[in-house]
């Protein structure tokens, strides 16, 4: 399984501890991520997704998954993702 958020694509970073006598030796930067089950209100279901903490408090702010969905970019979303946002935008279209 990657280590990269569904829904905003952020993924792992590479650099370097730096000790106090300035040696580098190379590292890598984790997302925070986590299994979490979103609610769709226009579809009136939920889906599992893995996403960042970051992502879950941009998609409370935008005010939930939908509004979420609305925004984001094709290219920066997971298959999974992708499918359920173009269910959302065919049920909008519908309704």
Avoid at 12 to 34: D, E, I, Q, W
Wanted: glycine share 8%.
């Amino acid at each position: 399984m990657s280590r990269v958020c569904e829904l905003t694509g952020k993924g792992v970073m590479t650099g370097n501890n730096v000790s106090h006598a300035k040696n580098r030796t190379r590292r890598r930067f984790l997302p925070n991520l986590n299994d979490v089950t979103l609610a769709s209100e226009v579809l009136g279901r939920s889906f599992k997704l893995r996403i960042a903490a970051s992502t879950l408090r941009t998609v409370d702010h935008r005010g939930g998954l939908d509004a979420f969905m609305a925004k984001a970019k094709d290219t920066d979303l997971s298959a999974t993702a992708l499918k359920i946002k173009k269910g959302i935008e065919k049920a909008q279209v519908v309704a």
